[in-house]
C-alpha cells in the first residue's frame, strides 16, 4: 500500500492532490465529489474584494439614495450580479462545506489592499476556514509604479494578513516578478506558510473585425506545467515555507512531477472542467501504480529529487538551458535540411 500523505501548510493532507480556485466547489454536493474521488484539500472558489467594496457601497447607497455618492472609481467594475457569490453566501459556503467533509477546506480571496483582506481573512477564519489562499493578480499598468513598489505593496498585504488571523495563509503568485526566489523569501518572513505557482494570466484577445478587446478563458494544457516545476524546482530547500503547483496538471505524471520538483501538492482545475470531478480518482489509480511498480512505498520519497538542488547538473535550470537548448534545435534543423 503506498502511503500518499503529505503536508501543506502545516496541515496533514491524505494525498497529493487539491483542488484549485473555481467554480465547480460552489456546490456542497460537488464537495463531497471531490472528497470522495480521493482530493485531499479544496480552494474555494476566491471571493473579490472589489464585491466587498461594491456590497458595502450598494449598502451606503441605499441609504443615502438620491445624493449620488457613488464613487467615480467603481464605474469599472461589473455589476455586483456579475459577482458568483454575495460576501454573505461566501461565508456559508465555507461553513457548510466544513460541515460536509473532513479534508481542510481553504478560503480564497482574490484582492489588492489591506482593508479588504484583512476583514475577509478574518471572517473566513471564524466561518471555520482551515486556511486562506490569497490570490495577487495585480497588473502594474501605471508607468510610474515601479516594481519594488509593487512588491512592497503586496509584501504589507500578506503582512496584514498574515498578523490578522490564526490559520495559516498561501499566497498565489503571478510569475510576473523579477526575483520570485528573493520575493518569495520576503513573503516567508511576512508570515506566508506557503507559496502557489502560478496564477494564471487571463489576457484578453483582440477581435480585428470588431475592433473589441475580449476577454479570454481557455481551459490549460499540460505545457503550462514547464514554467511552475522550474520555479518549484529552484525554491525547494531554499525556502521553508510549502510550494503548491497549479495550472498545467492534468495526469498522475504530472503529479509526480510536481512532487519530484520540490512541491508539496498539485493542484487541479481545468482537467476537472474537462473530465469531470472523478478524474482525480483515476489520477491517484494511475499515481499508485507507477509508484508500486518502481517499489516506492510513499510519494513523500520522491519529492524534491528532481530539484535544483538535487540534480548532479544544475544547468538546465539556469542560463545554460537556454544556450543549449537553442544550440540543438539548430543542430537538428541542419542535418534535417541536407
Ligand atoms: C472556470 C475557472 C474559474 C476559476 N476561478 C478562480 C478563482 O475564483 N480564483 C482563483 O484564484 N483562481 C481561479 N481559477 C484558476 C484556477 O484555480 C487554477 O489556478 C488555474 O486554472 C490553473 O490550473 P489548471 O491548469 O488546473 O486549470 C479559475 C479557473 C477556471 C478554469
Not at 82 to 90: A, L, P, Q, V
Not at 210 to 228: A, D, G, Q
Request: aromatic share 8%.
Amino acid at each position: 500500500m503506498i502511503d500518499f500523505s503529505t503536508t501543506y501548510l502545516g496541515l496533514k493532507l491524505n494525498g497529493p492532490i487539491v483542488v484549485s480556485s473555481t467554480p465547480i466547489s460552489e456546490s456542497i454536493e460537488n464537495v463531497l465529489r471531490i472528497e470522495e474521488s480521493g482530493a485531499s484539500a479544496i480552494v474555494l472558489t476566491s471571493l473579490f474584494e472589489e464585491q466587498l467594496a461594491l456590497e458595502s457601497h450598494a449598502l451606503d447607497e441605499d441609504l443615502s439614495r438620491g445624493t449620488n455618492s457613488f464613487p467615480e472609481s467603481l464605474d469599472y467594475l461589473p455589476d455586483l450580479g456579475d459577482y458568483r457569490m454575495t460576501h454573505e453566501g461566501y461565508l456559508d459556503t465555507i461553513r457548510r462545506s466544513r460541515d460536509a467533509v473532513r479534508i481542510p477546506i481553504l478560503a480564497s480571496l482574490h484582492g489588492a489592499t489591506k482593508g479588504g483582506w484583512v476583514r475577509f481573512a478574518q471572517e473566513s477564519e471564524e466561518a471555520g476556514a482551515d486556511g486562506i489562499e490569497l490570490n495577487t493578480y495585480a497588473l502594474a499598468t501605471d508607468a510610474s509604479q515601479t516594481s519594488a513598489d509593487v512588491e512592497r505593496q503586496l509584501l504589507e498585504l500578506i503582512d496584514g494578513v498574515c498578523r490578522a488571523v490564526r490559520i495559516p495563509v498561501a499566497v498565489k503568485l503571478s510569475q510576473s516578478f523579477t526575483s520570485i526566489p528573493h520575493l518569495v523569501k520576503q513573503l516567508e518572513d511576512a508570515g506566508a506558510r506557503g507559496v502557489v505557482l502560478f496564477n494564471r494570466f487571463y489576457q484578453p484577445d483582440f477581435d480585428i473585425e470588431t475592433l473589441e478587446v475580449r476577454p479570454t478563458l481557455h481551459f490549460s494544457t499540460p505545457s503550462e506545467l514547464l514554467p511552475r516545476l522550474h520555479w518549484a524546482a529552484i525554491l525547494y530547500g531554499h525556502v521553508n515555507l510549502d510550494i503548491a503547483i497549479t495550472g498545467g496538471v492534468h495526469s498522475a505524471e504530472d503529479v509526480l512531477k510536481c512532487i519530484m520538483a520540490g512541491g508539496n501538492v498539485a493542484m487541479m482545475c481545468s482537467a476537472l472542467h474537462i473530465h469531470g470531478i472523478e478524474h482525480i480518482s483515476r489520477v491517484l489509480a494511475d499515481l499508485r501504480y507507477w509508484l508500486d511498480k518502481r517499489e516506492y512505498t510513499s510519494i513523500a520519497e520522491t519529492r524534491g529529487c528532481l530539484s535544483r538542488r538535487s540534480v548532479p547538473d544544475t544547468s538546465p535550470f539556469d542560463r545554460g538551458n537556454y544556450i543549449k537548448t537553442l544550440s540543438s534545435y539548430s543542430l537538428r534543423q541542419t542535418v534535417a535540411a541536407f
